[in-house]
């Protein structure tokens, strides 16, 4: 073993000697000598162990479970994984720029991805990748990694494809240099009706910003008054995109978030320039699978009384992790500090009982009715604090409770209905409709508006999708089907949408089942909002 792993296992030993709440006691060892005690032990394994054995696995494995046992944050990633881990952080990654599914065991090309190298060169949509470098891709049990492995790659290296495309003969032949591929945090920004808009966010990462800032201006351009920012889904990701996030709402110098750890010392962040949604209504969604910088934003709203949050409770991570690289190009992210919402709460739910009972806990909401009802939680009063203006009562310790609470709509559910979301068919159906009839589907209606506004199945098709459903083996009890049937449709035309026009028309058509969103819009147009006399006006 070499001396840098030893000292890059040294690192990660020290850390043992750390509880989740304070600093090293009188009791425990020093960082020096854990380092020279697992050292020793790991040159005794390497010389006298009865077999063979890989110290790099045996030393990958030790620091994996060491941060585990810190809390459910802290986290080690082998080089090829923190490569993995930061693309979507970073908002780009190198490759070819197509969204592609495996179709009849083939790379089917959805859509080439705006400004790309593919989308340059003239590849469509419903293009099939039957060679990759002169090998054969079609029918030989490919998988999404083997796809990934094979069109990702260095920004400037070529990788030649050969295509089938419909209505030509011959293979055709692309040579693609690989280059910065965004990936977009923004999912869907459009007007709801003539004066709501709606912005869907997926991640915070370097680029959000500039993508949620265009946002704002291309909707208020079309006439946006109020905001719908919807959260849901989204587990996190940068702390100070999530701080500008919240800078767009808060006017002044408001405080945003305050950090502090056992080696930092507390440090406010407040709002620094004039956002581009100051005085307009906004309703922020959220639920159980909101997280991080989703909790900062709803929080530091919810906080200064600007905005109503909508939805169900958010996940509860209130832990601040900071990168660390280690010298063999792997790295640790480490929980250093703990934020704070500016009316002081502390939303990180407790991880005591360990990492497996941590992430089984929002299981444990749904099993205890909490999707349902809030009558299930029992909140101490030594979690209550007061919002910074008008003083409502709101909660820490575990996630950002909504303003108004959106139950789990279950009305349009069945076991049907579960069966055929859990084979997907309505995307491989849409996405094979498409593909066989593409002409059809771009010419059935006027613009993707057209579609949005007036696109109904009739009742033969229908009819061909129920058939479809029996031919891939799923059983069709016939009250359920007539009971899922509006959200059946729906689903369908969302992809269909998807497959026809962009990603972003398949959010236009399935806010129709976002229970949150039509709970937003509701509150906006009957009074509600108003009726809640928030301080938004003085911002």
């Known amino acids: 073993m070499t001396t840098s792993r030893f ?29 020279q005690k697992f050292g020793t032990l790991m040159r005794y394994i390497g010389q006298l162990y009865v077999d063979s054995v890989s110290v790099e696995d045996l030393t ?3 620091m994996v479970k060491m941060l585990e046992d810190l809390d459910p944050h802290s986290v080690y990633f082998s080089a090829e994984e923190l490569k993995e881990a930061d693309e979507p952080l970073n908002g780009n990654f190198d490759g070819i720029g197509v969204q592609f599914n495996i179709f009849k065991d083939t790379i089917m090309v959805v859509s080439p991805i705006s400004g790309g190298p593919s989308e340059r060169l003239g590849i469509r949509a419903g293009d099939r990748i039957v060679e990759v470098d ?56 459009h007007m709801v009706d003539k004066k709501i808009g709606y912005i869907k966010v997926s991640r915070f990462a370097k680029t959000t910003m500039d993508e949620f800032r265009n946002a704002i201006l291309s909707l208020q351009d079309q006439g946006m008054k109020d905001l719908i920012l919807d959260l ?71 906080d200064w009384d600007r905005g109503l949050v909508v939805g169900r409770r958010s996940f509860g991570k209130g832990l601040v992790q900071r990168p660390m690289r280690l010298p063999d190009g792997s790295a640790v992210r480490l929980t250093v500090q703990k934020y704070y919402t500016p009316a002081g709460r502390c939303i990180q739910k407790p991880y005591d ?55 789990l709509d279950t009305t349009l559910n069945s076991p049907t209905f579960s069966r ?83 990603s972003k028309t398949f959010y236009r058509v399935i806010g129709g089942l976002n229970e949150a969103l039509q709970e937003a819009i509701r509150v906006l147009n009957d009074g509600t909002f108003n009726a809640a006399n928030l301080a938004h006006k003085t911002f």
């Open 7 to 35: 000292t890059l296992l040294s690192l990660a030993l020290c850390l043992l000697t750390l509880s989740p709440l304070g600093a090293l006691s009188q009791d425990d060892m020093t960082p020096q000598e854990a380092a």
């Open 60 to 62: 990958e494995r030790a």
């Open 134 to 189: 002169g090998e054969n891709t079609a029918g030989i049990g490919i998988t999404n990694r083997d796809v990934m492995k094979l069109l990702k790659g260095p920004k400037g290296t070529v990788v030649q494809v050969g295509i089938k495309r419909e209505g030509e003969s011959e293979l055709l032949t692309f040579d693609i240099t690989r280059d910065k591929i965004p990936i977009y945090s923004i999912d869907a920004a």
């Open 232 to 302: 849901q889904g989204n587990g996190g990701g940068m702390l100070r995109t999530a701080i500008a996030m919240s800078d767009e709402f808060l006017s002044g110098d408001k405080l945003i978030v305050y950090t502090e750890g056992r080696a930092f010392e507390r440090e406010d962040t407040f709002a620094q320039y004039k956002g581009l949604f100051e005085k307009g209504r906004l309703v922020v969604l959220i639920d159980e699978a909101s997280a991080s910088a989703s909790e900062i934003v709803s929080g530091a709203v919810q």
């Open 353 to 407: 009982e360990g990492v497996e009972a941590y992430r089984k806990e929002k299981f444990e909401r749904y099993e205890q009715g909490e999707f349902m009802t809030l009558d299930s939680l029992d909140l101490p009063d030594s979690l209550m604090h007061k919002t910074r203006i008008l003083e409502r009562e709101v909660y820490g310790g575990g996630g950002i409770l909504p303003d108004l609470f959106v139950p």
């Open 420 to 502: 055929i979301l859990r084979k997907g068919l309505c995307s491989k159906y849409a996405l094979a409709e498409v593909d066989a009839h593409r002409s059809a589907w771009e010419t059935r209606h006027a613009s993707e508006d057209d579609f949005v506004r007036n696109m109904a199945f009739s009742d033969e098709e229908v009819a061909a999708f129920k058939s479809y459903v029996l031919n891939e083996g799923v059983e069709v009890d016939e009250e359920d089907w007539a009971r899922s049937l509006p959200a059946i449709e729906l689903r369908l035309k969302a992809f269909f949408g998807r497959n026809t026009y962009e």
